[in-house]
């Protein structure tokens, strides 16, 4: 049995504390009338979801005037507040209400010890070779120095030429016939899956440097992005992580497959040189249907016809991440993670602002995912690279296929973030703080 710190149970106290002294406070100064001001509150936010969907989903004059519900709404409602003498009551509600939110979250994680991948001494390298893209992430392989620290090291680099773009699979598979024993890549994502596939295959350590711009792979590791150069100590003093591997049919994914709205996206040939306008403009023929192929997505007993987006990422997202663009608590669970946006109208929007529970919002897990679609490919984002694969395409997930070289001190892996369950903050409130830690 082990003792339960006494912060969670005030954690939990001060949580209930906090969501009372919210619902009382309008109560207190308003009497009733707070009953029509948060039905106000709630029709303004609404509104401007509906707006906001307009925005997205329409062009030209009909998006222009969505843009004053969207922007108005808001505003009105803070007006009306305003006009009652109540602004600061419901500031100080809100508040009250992220404060609760914040400390119950903070109690019920204290009662769950963070899960931490397995690691296991690596054998040093004796003949490390490392390929890096110099012009990733904005330039960072020559801004930190990476190419003479990893040669300082005992790393043999090779540093690819952009005006002569390479096959970074077939180069790795000539180093580990050469007689290399560790595979690296200081690049984006793309480029680190295609090589991890060959480490995997091979059976040698997978050396990650983040010179990405996004780096999701390295984030979920837990290096440090802000250095990449940091991730070279795991040539002198690394360990080893077993992680998985997903698969979008014969394509190695290190983060994600997407299909839907994101991957016609990806496809465009403006996406690279402006992704936000790009995303924009592309947007309203996506989330209306006009643009891609119809979805059939089929993962495991459940069937979503028709979505706009999907989702399908090498160990699922952290709960509470409804976009799938956050932090994977674990990359070794042995399960793919799905997201299916299925969006018709203005109500399942905003639903989706509320978070992970929305109609439009399907969030699954599953070994073996199969995507369908009414023609005979299918658009897919992997990792950020735009492919078009042959439909239906089967993702699937190679448990412990890859072995990562990761420095044995970095930041740190992302801790999961609770669901909100008020039933156990209740509970753990008014114990004595004795429990089993699960």
């Known amino acids: 049995m082990t003792r339960r710190p006494a912060a969670g149970r005030w954690d939990a106290r001060l949580a209930l504390a906090a969501g009372t002294a919210a619902l009382l406070l309008p109560l207190v100064y308003a009497g009733l009338r707070s009953l029509v001001l948060v039905a106000a509150g709630l029709a303004g936010i609404a509104v401007a979801a509906a707006g906001v969907w307009w925005v997205l989903a329409r062009t030209g004059a009909i998006r222009a005037l969505a843009l004053v519900p969207a922007v108005v709404a808001p505003i009105a409602v803070v007006a009306l507040y305003a006009a009652y003498g109540l602004l600061w009551v419901a500031v100080v509600s809100v508040l009250l209400w992220a404060l609760a939110g914040s400390s119950a979250r903070a109690a019920l994680a204290r009662q769950t010890a963070p899960e931490e991948a397995r690691e296991r001494r690596g054998a040093p ?6 390929i890096m893209n110099p012009r990733s992430g904005g330039g960072k392989v020559g801004a930190f120095g990476l190419v003479e620290k990893a040669e300082a090291l005992g790393a043999q680099v090779l540093v690819l030429d952009p005006a002569h773009p390479q096959d970074v699979a077939e180069l790795a598979r000539r180093a580990v016939d050469d007689g290399a024993d560790l595979l690296g890549v200081a690049g984006g994502d793309g480029t680190q899956a295609a090589v991890a596939e060959v480490a995997a295959a091979r059976r040698v350590p997978f050396l990650v440097i983040p010179a990405g711009t996004r780096n999701h792979f390295a984030m979920d590791l837990g290096l440090d992005r802000q250095d990449p150069a940091a991730a070279l ?9 077993e992680v998985d591997l997903g698969f979008a049919g014969e394509r190695v994914f290190v983060n994600n497959a997407s299909f839907g709205a994101y991957a016609a996206v990806v496809q465009s040939p403006a996406y690279r040189d402006d992704k936000a306008r790009t995303t924009l403009r592309m947007l309203p023929e996506i989330l209306t249907h006009q643009r891609g192929p119809h979805l059939v997505l089929r993962a495991g007993p459940a069937v979503v016809d028709a979505p706009q987006a999907v989702l399908v990422s090498n160990n699922p997202y952290r709960t509470g991440d409804p976009a799938g663009l956050g932090l994977r608590v674990r990359l070794d669970s042995g399960l793919l993670g799905v997201l299916a946006v299925k969006v018709d109208n203005a109500a399942q929007a905003a639903g989706m602002l509320r978070g992970a529970h929305s109609s439009g919002l399907s969030r699954l897990t599953a070994r073996d995912v199969v995507v369908e679609a009414h023609s005979p490919t299918v658009p897919v984002g992997v990792d950020g690279e735009a492919l078009t694969l042959p439909a239906p395409v089967r993702c699937r997930i190679a448990a412990g296929a890859l072995r990562v070289r990761v420095p044995r001190n970095r930041p740190g892996v992302p801790r999961a973030k609770p669901a909100l ?7 753990l409130a008014g114990t004595a703080g004795r429990t089993a830690r699960g």
């Open 125 to 130: 390298a004796r003949r490390p070779f490392l």
């Open 233 to 241: 100590e795991a040539l002198t003093d690394g360990v080893d992580l």
């Open 421 to 427: 369950d008020w039933h156990r903050v209740r509970r």
